[in-house]
């Protein structure tokens, strides 16, 4: 059983770093979760990724000004759910003005238990209301959702070109 692994996992797309206080991210937040040892070998096995609001320094819990929208989620791969792929998180939206980071914090779980087994921090993201209506996506941005469109987690070609009007 591979619960004893730590993952390492990383942002295949940034949260915008400003953004007006409550109004959703443009497009979803991803997460890569690179493969670690033999951690499909259990069936009953499922790594999930939650996403959290923190503060600009990381540390204090931001809780009472929760972000919204898909802040739960399955770590998908081509094949399905899975231990290493990527968590898509949608219409993420934080309500309050401030300086908060993201941390996506992976959970590895079977019958038996719920284990923490990585985390990855945004950069700053800047709420106010200065901050443009919409965050259309970067060409940067697009060609890694261009990529990501036959991984699984829900991304369309249809999405990108919405996203891309935003």
């Known amino acids: 059983m591979a619960l004893g ?3 390492s996992p990383t942002f295949a797309i940034e949260p915008p770093t400003s953004i007006r206080p409550g109004v959703a991210f443009s497009f979803p937040i991803v997460v890569a979760v690179p493969p670690v ?21 990381g540390g204090d819990s931001a809780a009472a000004l929760a972000a919204t929208g898909t802040a739960a989620t399955s770590v998908c791969n081509r ?3 899975s ?7 949608r219409r ?3 309500n309050s003005p401030g300086k908060y980071r993201l941390r996506v914090m992976l ?3 079977n019958a038996r238990e719920v284990l923490v087994k990585g985390s990855v921090d945004s950069k700053v993201i800047h709420v106010h209301a200065g901050a443009a209506a919409s ?3 970067t060409s940067s941005q ?19 070109a919405a996203w891309q009007q935003a």
């Open 5 to 7: 692994l730590e993952y």
């Open 37 to 57: 040892g033999n951690a499909g070998n259990d069936p009953e096995q499922q790594l999930g990724a939650i996403v959290l609001l923190r503060d600009e320094t």
């Open 79 to 81: 094949t399905g759910n």
């Open 83 to 89: 231990t290493s792929g990527y968590a898509a998180f």
């Open 92 to 94: 993420l939206t934080i």
């Open 107 to 109: 959970c590895l779980s």
């Open 135 to 137: 965050q259309p996506p």
């Open 142 to 160: 697009i060609a890694k959702l261009q990529a990501l469109v036959p991984e699984n987690i829900g991304i369309s070609q249809a999405d990108i």
